[in-house]
């Protein structure tokens, strides 16, 4: 894995988020453009509140092939690009975008990265699957709607605020609704798609539901990916469940977008080993 010298050729892609220091675009992508020898780099650029539209501006002025964008800019970039992608459109956001000679795509893979990661950590088809989604923000109406994409039978929504999941589960159309927590314990698959349990908020060490729910041979994935191994990965391991955790979806996203940029297949081990290196010299891996 060699990176080419910076040159007149050099092809740019960045993140624009609020804050953004702490991505983990910037290791995951350089990486992939190193392991693929593209001659691209990609940066961080912190937006402030209001300042996506100028940065859609500097990205056609500037000729900035692809932008990852993160919070709070993803509703204000998809009311800003010339077309979205039909994921971008149904979700209002757009994690992800294409500049094609001045013309600007909003896609998002998040959902395609979730179904990738569980295909690459699990060799899981959601087919057929029942699911309950725990959480309703942005990352769950991702997983929803590629679930549903994806031929899930059923998509259950649990969440601290009821209206929330109604307009989560409407997603889902016919095959969506809102769930109570006891449902927990029956679903195929469990997602947690809350911020519980992440490393560094109030939610540390913390699990989102009784745990005391799951059973043996559910699978349980966690979109949380700091630390590692999250108390609701432990719980669910320890009660026999098939046990996944938020990083493959996050490579899984950044792969989608690598390959919409670059036209090139994303490097995706090279690109999840960077990511894992950046995390255990934070600590706590
Ligand atoms: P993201 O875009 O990363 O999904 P978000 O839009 O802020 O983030 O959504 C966070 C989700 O986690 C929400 O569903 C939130 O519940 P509310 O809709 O009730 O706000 C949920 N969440 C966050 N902290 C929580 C907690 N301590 N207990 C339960 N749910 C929590």
Redesign the pocket.
Known sequence: MTSAPISGHTQLAAVIGHPVRHSLSPAIHNAGFASCGLDWVYLAFDVAPGGAPGALDAMRSLGIVGLSVTMPHKDAVAAAVDETTPAAANLGAVNCVINRDGHLTGDNTDGDGFIAGLEADLALDVAGMSCVIV??????RAVIDALVRNGAASVGVV???PD?AETAASLAGGRGRVAGPDEIGTADLVVN????GMAGTA?EGVT?FDTSLLRSGQVVVDLVYEPSVTPLMAAAQRAGCRVGGGLAMLVGQAAVAFTAWTGVDAPVSDMTAAAKKVLAARGGH
């Not at 959480?135 to 769950?140: E, F, H, I, M, S």
Request: no cysteine; aromatic share 0%.
């Open positions: 959480g309703a923000g942005g990352a769950a969440n601290r605020t929330k798609a809350t911020s519980v939610g989102p």
